[in-house]
């Protein structure tokens, strides 16, 4: 009989299951999100911003970092999906031929503003809105 031939050499299949690293998009505070956030590509030119008044049709006046004042416009296919308050934290792209406007391209929620505050993600402008709430430790007691 001639020999076997030789079967390659294979790594040994484990019986049980090897720890896997946690799932990077799951790490929830408060009930939401946060563990991937988009920020601003500022090869782009794009800016944190602080909504701070509504205008009405898709058009926010937003206060950027940079300490400029401009009217932002919600795109079109995110007019009926982004709501947008007053004090919410936003990524807007000024426009290269006119300086006092923008596009809005994403909004951030009260959670994720402040995750991104602890983490220093923030422009020290930025992070002063985005102080979190007093919490009952905190209140002053009377």
């Keep these: 009989m001639p ?4 079967e390659p050499d294979e790594p040994p299949k484990p019986d049980a ?14 009930g ?7 920020l601003p590509r500022r090869p ?3 800016v944190f911003g602080i909504a701070s008044q509504l205008l009405g049709a898709a058009r ?4 950027c970092e ?30 290269g031929f006119q300086e006092g406007k923008a596009d809005i391209l994403f909004r951030y929620s009260r959670t994720q503003g402040q995750y991104l505050a602890r983490r220093n993600l923030l422009p020290a402008s930025m992070s002063t809105f985005l102080a979190p ?3 009952a430790q905190d209140a002053p007691t009377t």
Excluded at 18 to 29: D, G, H, N
């Design 32 to 38: 939401e999100e946060v563990g991937r956030l988009p």
């Design 66 to 95: 940079d300490n400029v004042s401009r009217m932002g416009r919600i795109t079109g296919k995110m007019k009926k999906k982004m709501w947008i308050r007053e004090g919410d934290l936003l990524i807007v792209r000024p426009w």
């Design 17 to 30: 299951p090897t720890a896997e690293a946690p799932p990077s998009v799951e790490v929830l505070e408060g």
């Design 133 to 135: 709430e007093p919490t």
């Design 44 to 46: 782009r030119g794009e």
């Design 3 to 6: 020999d076997p031939v030789p």
């Design 60 to 63: 926010i006046r937003v206060m």
